[in-house]
C-alpha cells in the first residue's frame, strides 16, 4: 500500500511541472555548446531550465539524484521548465546529458 501511494504523489509532483512554449530572448549562461549538441541549447536560470532546439526532441530532466522531474516532446523553438526548487538538475536528449544548476 506505501508503495501505491508513493507512485501516486510522485506521478502528481511530475503532473505540476510542465513545459511551455515561449517567444522570450534567452539570456545567461548556456551550458552546453550547441556545435555538439546539433543545435540544441540548454540553460539555467531563475529557477526555470531553457531549451531552445531546431527540431523536435524528446527531453528528461532529473534530480541530481535521479528522481525524474519532467518528460516531454518539445517541438522546435524555446521552451521553458519552471520549477519549485533550486538546485543541481540533470537534462537529457537523446544522448546528451547535461548538468543545470539553478
Known amino acids: 500500500m506505501a508503495l501505491v501511494l508513493s507512485l501516486g504523489l510522485e506521478n502528481a509532483a511530475l503532473a505540476e511541472v510542465q513545459w511551455r512554449e515561449t517567444n522570450k530572448d534567452v539570456q545567461g549562461k548556456m551550458w552546453n555548446d550547441p556545435r555538439q549538441s546539433d543545435g540544441i541549447e540548454i540553460y539555467g536560470r531563475n ?14 530532466v532529473y534530480t541530481i539524484l535521479g528522481q525524474m522531474v519532467s518528460q516531454a516532446t518539445l517541438q522546435p523553438g524555446t521552451s521553458e521548465l519552471r520549477l519549485g526548487s533550486r538546485g543541481i538538475y540533470l537534462v537529457r536528449i537523446g544522448n546528451l546529458t547535461q548538468k543545470v544548476a539553478i
Open 47 to 60: 529557477g526555470t531550465i531553457t531549451i531552445v532546439t531546431p527540431k523536435r526532441i524528446n527531453v528528461r
